[in-house]
């Protein structure tokens, strides 16, 4: 379990092999104040459509108000899991800014949670982002100004034993990691004709 890195063409960034995203989430694990403020950080550092900045966050840390409200709102599946993380993260997009319409800002949002991500690797953290929960009820619970789309609530902890899981997400936990080969998502030329 130890040793969960991409199986990639070339070598790649360790941070990049590295990053997966597990739910088997130690339940006594701690997210500090120092790691929190780092993955934060690397997602304010993301870029972004003319510097646009549209990535927002709500954090809950595990026994506080809004860890519960976060928490009561994912779906029952993740809930089964999550309850385990340190921290839960709703991610947000601001869509609108003083110009207008923030150009891509769901993109830009994206971009933020990647190296949320990625530094989470590198602070010996694990972050699993999650869709499955109640978008508008996020809304209504945080409420949430009408220019704000709420995108992803990322569990954010440290690695348990899978184990903890039930037999089907621990099975899905153990299973060889899996992506679409280059040759099907990169094309040059022409759609379909693979760069490499």
Known sequence: MSDRNADTSVPIHPLIAARWSPRALDPAGVVTDEQLRAVLEAARWAPS???????????????????????DLLSARNQGWAHAAGALILVCAVTVNEKGRIP?????????????????????????QMGGFDKEGTKLVFSLPADVEPQTVIALGTLGDPALLDEERRAKELAPRRRLALDEIAFTGEWGNPVF
């Open 49 to 71: 459509n003319g510097n646009t900045q549209p990535a927002r966050y709500l954090v809950g840390r595990r026994g506080d108000e809004t860890y519960a409200r976060l928490s």
């Open 104 to 128: 891509m800002a769901e993109y830009g949002t994206g971009l933020a949670a990647g190296n949320l991500a990625l530094q989470a690797v590198a602070e010996g953290l694990v972050a699993h």
